[in-house]
């Protein structure tokens, strides 16, 4: 078949929603777009367990403790499926580890802020576990086989994170005075860097067009962000809290309610390295994987050895 | 850079293909991949991967190497000869209408 048979074929593909599998011919833009696009967000899966774990030893009861680290096992889970299904494109999963750990690859920015108070976990599965929820629903029904099945088994473990955050939420928010100004204060703290969790605008985002041909993005950054936003306010109204921002106002014309302006500076500046966390969730994964060396090695060479002494066994 | 990719690729636990029987009485069906050094940790690991809400009853490891596909760019001649013989579904024999069961 000449090249352009090829892909014509894929796009035929495309075109009825035909899913593509890993041993099928795609075009080279396509396969980089999903490795950047799949490794990121398996990255930000993993490392996004950073955050959340440093609370678990914390948790104020027993239930939650449990909760929270069952939370936390799935994120792992999740990075594990996405590595897996990025593998299947055709880098190495070391190579992956490789691009974290240099700073070439990037992970969302929203775990590059720190978890301050209890209250923060309230708030990171209320609104960062939503705000992702959002995101990964439409990639159920995305072009490419095993990010798609990969999506399904994350989309459905993601809701009880959403649940867990709000119920935290809640508690505190019908508790004492305190109790409700710390749910306050994490909404406050959580909330703009929630919305920036959906990207530039989709002015400022000029590869949206290709991604939703390819059906490797199902909506726009502003879609998703607008829709975040509608879902949050009424939930807002539930907890009682006030929304951190003053310019909220449903918008009769649009059917959606408007919000303030983001301050992209701020997003770029934590994209580029400079959040307040950055560097430390950095050299964390970067210690768990140097330190974790010695293991690795251990059971190679574990493997090894009995893989040798059975095969000494059978040829007795 | 060949050099340093050959080294990191060859520190690498091997990869692992995941089948699970959700319930007996099931095939076990694909469930993923996941990297480790041996068949017990392989097995471990996917109950942990996996597993988590008993989404199984029995699993199977089969390291990836050993798996070998059929080539989607021959699939047109690999199923064709399936193709024209129609008479091997039950829709292709007329039945008299008095026939009720079968
Ligand atoms: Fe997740
Ligand atoms: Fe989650």
């Given at each position: 078949m000449p090249v352009h048979s090829f892909q014509e074929h894929f796009d035929s593909l495309i075109d009825r929603e035909i899913t593509i599998e890993p041993k099928d011919w795609m075009p080279d833009d396509y396969r980089k777009t999903l490795i950047r696009q799949i490794s990121q967000h398996a990255h930000s899966e993993i490392v996004g367990m950073l955050p959340e774990g440093n609370w678990i030893t914390r948790a104020p009861s027993l239930r939650r403790k449990a909760v929270l680290l069952a939370k936390v096992q799935d994120e792992a889970g999740h990075g594990l499926y996405l590595y897996s299904a990025a593998e299947t494109?055709?880098?190495?999963r070391d190579e992956m580890y490789n691009q974290l750990h240099t700073g070439k690859a990037k992970y969302s920015s929203i775990f590059n802020y720190p978890t301050l108070t209890w209250a923060d976990m309230g708030a990171i599965g209320w609104l960062v576990d939503g705000a992702a929820i959002m995101n990964q629903v439409p990639l159920c029904r995305t072009s490419y086989g095993p990010y798609a099945r990969a999506m399904v088994r994350v989309c459905k473990e993601e809701s009880f994170h959403q649940r867990q955050g709000f119920e935290i939420m809640l508690t505190l928010a019908k508790g004492t005075e305190i109790q409700k100004k710390m749910a306050q204060d994490a909404f406050n703290r959580w909330w703009w860097p929630s919305i920036m969790?959906?990207?530039?605008?989709d002015a400022e985002s000029p590869n949206t067009e290709q991604s939703v041909r390819w059906r490797i993005?199902?909506?726009t950054n502003d879609e998703l962000r607008q829709k975040f936003v509608d879902v949050t306010v009424e939930q807002t109204k539930v907890l009682g809290l006030e929304m951190p921002d003053k310019d909220i106002k449903w918008n009769e014309e649009r059917g959606h309610y408007d919000f303030g302006p983001i301050n992209w500076d701020e997003f770029w500046n934590v994209v580029k390295?400079?959040?307040?966390c950055n560097k430390q969730r950095l050299d964390a994964r970067k210690n768990a994987w140097d330190n974790g060396k010695w293991v690795r090695d251990a059971a190679m060479a574990h493997a090894a050895k009995r893989k040798a002494r059975e095969g000494g066994v059978k040829a007795a | 850079m060949t050099n340093d990719k050959m080294n990191i690729t060859k520190n690498e636990w091997p990869l692992w293909e995941v089948f699970i029987?959700?319930?007996?009485g099931l095939d076990h069906k694909h469930a993923g991949s996941l990297h480790a050094a041996d068949e017990q940790m392989a097995i471990e690991n996917a109950r942990d991967v996996?597993?988590?809400?008993?989404?199984?009853v029995s699993i199977w490891v089969v390291e990836s190497k050993y798996i070998h596909a059929s080539d989607p760019g021959e699939s047109a001649s690999l199923y064709d000869p399936a193709n024209d013989k129609i008479y091997r579904h039950p829709t292709f024999y007329e039945l008299p209408d008095e026939v009720k069961y079968m």
């Open positions: 494109l055709g880098i190495t969790m959906f990207g530039p605008t993005k199902r909506f390295g400079n959040g307040p | 029987r959700s319930k007996a996996y597993t988590r809400r008993m989404e199984g």
